[in-house]
């Protein structure tokens, strides 16, 4: 038996902002996106390299407020990426832990809390 690689669900209450912390900010691709409806909530999935992450309008989904924890293999160049672009919502700096890891943690407009680690 083997399990399988885990894809957080994150709430999200805003497509714009959403799309502009997630696509824009962090570099992330809609794979795809899908609603009942035009004017019902939206669920979506997006990756970057091998992350995958779903983000859903839907309340019952999940709650705001998760905390990821995301490997990442070169966290100065993600840093100095992130730090590049005009986002007005965050600066997020390296923290190097007591535990040995180094570690860059970013919170989405919904309260998600995202953390970026190289052991």
């Given at each position: 038996m083997m399990l399988g690689a885990?894809?957080?669900?994150?709430?999200?209450?805003?497509e714009a902002k959403a799309r502009q912390f997630y696509v824009d900010y962090l570099g992330f691709k809609v794979d795809w996106e899908h609603r009942f409806a035009p004017d019902l909530p939206l669920?979506?999935?997006?990756?970057?390299?091998?992350?995958?992450?779903?983000?859903?309008?839907?309340?019952g989904d999940c709650c705001p407020g998760a905390?990821?924890?995301i490997a990442v293999d070169d966290i100065d160049a993600l840093h100095a990426e992130l730090?590049?672009?005009a986002y007005g919502y965050a600066r997020p700096s390296i923290e190097d832990t007591p535990w040995g890891s180094r570690e860059l943690?970013?919170?989405?407009?919904?309260?998600?809390?995202?953390?970026f680690f190289i052991s």
């Open positions: 885990v894809t957080p669900i994150l709430r999200i209450f805003d669920y979506l999935q997006i990756a970057r390299d091998g992350c995958v992450l779903h983000l859903s309008e839907h309340h905390a990821l924890r730090t590049g672009r943690t970013v919170r989405d407009p919904f309260g998600n809390r995202l953390t």
